[in-house]
C-alpha cells in the first residue's frame, strides 16, 4: 500500500482557517485520486472532498462546501485542504486517502470510504465555539 501521513491538525477558533497536508510515498502519485474524509467522536466516517487525477476536477461534501478548498501539488506527492470559517461542527478526526487499484465507472464513487485503497492515520482537528 501507499503510506500516507496527515499533518495540519489542532485547535483553532470558531471562525478560523486550518490548512492540512497529506504525503504520499512512491514515484506515481500522479496517478492516484486523492480525497478526504473525517470521523467525529461516536459518529461514522464521512466524505469531505476529492480531487481526481489529470483533470484535476474537485468534489465536496455540502457541509463543507464554500468553505474548504483541496489542491494537490503532483511534483511534491502532497495534497491539501485549506479549512476557512470553521465551525465546531467541522471538529473530527481527518483522513487522507489514495484510490489507485481500479477504474471507476459511476459518477459518485469518490464519496465511498470503500472504494480507497490506502490510508493515512488521521489528525485531530477542534473547534471552539
Known amino acids: 500500500q501507499v503510506q500516507l501521513v496527515e499533518s495540519g491538525g489542532g485547535l483553532v477558533q470558531a471562525g478560523g482557517s486550518l490548512r492540512l497536508s497529506c504525503a504520499a510515498s512512491g514515484r506515481t502519485f500522479s496517478t492516484y485520486h486523492m480525497a478526504w474524509f473525517r470521523q467525529a467522536a461516536g459518529r461514522e466516517r464521512e466524505f469531505v472532498a476529492a480531487i481526481m487525477r489529470n483533470s484535476g476536477v474537485t468534489y465536496y461534501s455540502d457541509p463543507v462546501k464554500g468553505r474548504f478548498t483541496i489542491s494537490r501539488d503532483n511534483a511534491k506527492n502532497t495534497v491539501y485542504l485549506q479549512m476557512n470559517s470553521l465551525k465546531p461542527e467541522d471538529t473530527a478526526v481527518y483522513y487522507c486517502?489514495?484510490?489507485?487499484?481500479?477504474?471507476?465507472?459511476?459518477?459518485?464513487?469518490?464519496?465511498?470510504?470503500?472504494?480507497?485503497?490506502?490510508w493515512g492515520q488521521g489528525t485531530q482537528v477542534t473547534v471552539s465555539s
Open positions: 486517502a489514495a484510490e489507485y487499484a481500479t477504474l471507476r465507472l459511476d459518477s459518485t464513487w469518490y464519496a465511498r470510504d470503500k472504494e480507497y485503497d490506502s
